[in-house]
């Protein structure tokens, strides 16, 4: 192995090197900043080259750079953000998914070694999914959102974006656990979650559920998924179908409560004591005014417009307090699911990557990128998207992810279901274009 090859290492790998002594941290950040260097002028994954991360340097890791993301993680783009445009590697004419798409798109050009992202609807899993690396959304909770600038706060999460399932395991086992800082974080055990990988799927019990293979996925999205279904159960594993019959209704019931949350949470945005403030104002009134219509993007005012409606007088009961109920009942499709299989699976996004632009004036369009991660969130499960094939669009190779979401806390099960796959195929092995030229 030369210097060059170093970015391209999973974690697992370079800690082995490290350990070993055969390259020092010093070595490996060396030659990943220039990787950045190289290729992030093209990609524009990183804001800053700069920061800190509570549990990650205790656990030893270097925290690297800040990457770019929908304002607010409000998008499934990252075209959304305030700062700049981040491309998929995989063709710069095309998105990185959203909003963690600057830490996807890092992971993906091997200008980082792994990731964070946050996951409110599916933020983390469908970026993995388009630019063709791992995404892993831990169960509500479980994982410290201190420190994370809040969106809709009962449905955040953070987790990794990673090259492997075991480098996800890895980051897991720093990150996973009760911070006190964090009153919702759970007081749960954490588990080893590396000590769970294996190879051997037998016992193991997945379902396919009905509402997640409609018309509308890509044929070549839908290909892959079953033939991702085919190996798991050459692996040993059982393939059941379930139903989980209110799916029809996540994206509505969503987009009223990340609303309704995003509203009440950015209203602390008000010039006084966070972030950007309008310059000379005349009274308090013209700073809050001037401060919200200067300092927020178009996506983020829709949203706190949406939200304050639904929680308005008059349109709570009808909006908000029904988008509750069928969140439950939404939980309780899962809760029952889950009685009859281990995890399930489906496509994590219905089409690979599409064109800078093409939905962008669309917001509908935008929203339905997500349909089949914001269920997990709105039910408080775990879910984790793996690289599972690639769709030949305009010459381009566009990876394909396969979602498995599992019970609340069962992450380790998870990773090793999603491990056991990953193993059992290259996939994850493959690099995009950007890589062999530079
Ligand atoms: N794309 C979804 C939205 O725009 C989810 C975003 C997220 O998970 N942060 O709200």
């Known amino acids: ?12 790998d370079l800690q082995s090197l490290l350990r070993r002594r055969e390259v020092s941290a010093r070595e490996a950040i060396g030659v990943l900043r220039e990787r950045i260097e190289a290729v992030d002028g093209e990609i524009g994954a990183y804001l800053s080259l700069d920061i800190d991360a509570a549990r990650l340097r205790a656990a030893g890791a270097i925290p690297f750079g800040k990457t770019n993301l929908d304002e607010f993680a409000m998008g499934s783009s990252t075209e959304n953000s305030a700062v700049k445009l981040t491309r998929n590697p995989w063709d710069l004419s095309r998105v990185p998914g959203g909003s963690s798409g600057g830490s996807a798109a890092a992971v993906a050009a091997d200008a980082a070694f792994g990731a964070l992202g946050s996951d409110t609807g599916g933020s983390i ?52 656990g009760h911070d006190p800082q964090d009153s919702t974080s759970l007081n749960e055990q954490v588990p080893d979650y590396i000590a769970k990988l294996g190879n051997d799927l037998s016992g193991v019990r997945l379902g396919v559920p009905k509402e997640y293979m409609i018309e509308g996925i890509d044929p070549q999205v839908k290909g892959a998924i079953d033939a991702a279904v085919e190996q798991m159960n050459s692996l040993g594993a059982e393939i059941v179908d379930v139903s989980l019959p209110h799916t029809d209704y996540a994206v509505a019931v969503y987009y009223i409560l990340a609303t309704a949350e995003a509203s009440a949470n950015l209203a602390r945005f008000d010039g006084v004591r966070y972030g950007y403030r309008a310059e000379n104002p005349r009274d308090m009134l013209d700073l809050y005014g001037r401060t919200r219509e200067q300092g927020f993007g178009p996506e983020v005012k829709r949203r706190i417009i949406l939200g304050t409606y639904v929680l308005s007088s008059g349109y709570y009961d009808a909006y908000y307090l029904r988008a509750q109920k069928v969140r439950e009942l939404i939980r309780q499709d899962f809760a029952e699911a889950f009685e009859k299989v281990d995890a399930l699976i489906s496509p994590t996004s219905p089409v690979p990557a599409f064109k800078l632009g093409e939905r962008t004036a669309d917001p509908l369009q935008m929203y339905l990128a997500d349909i089949f991660t914001i269920a997990a969130n709105l039910a408080g499960i775990c879910g984790i998207s793996v690289p599972c094939g690639f769709a030949e669009v305009d010459g381009h190779r566009l990876p394909i992810g396969l979602q498995l979401l599992g019970k609340p806390l069962d992450e ?7 491990h056991a796959y990953e193993q059992s195929t290259d996939w994850h092995k493959a690099r995009p274009p950007i890589t062999a030229t530079k």
């Open 125 to 176: 899993r469908q970026p993995a999914a388009l630019s063709g690396v791992v995404g892993f959304k831990p169960t509500y909770g479980r994982v410290s959102r201190f420190g994370l600038v809040a969106f809709a706060s009962s449905l955040d999460q953070i987790g990794p974006l990673t090259k492997t399932v075991r480098d996800s395991a890895l980051i897991m086992n720093a990150i996973a």
């Open 412 to 418: 380790a099960r998870i990773l090793q279901i999603a």
């Open 1 to 12: 192995m030369t210097e060059k090859d170093l970015p391209a290492l999973s974690i697992a």
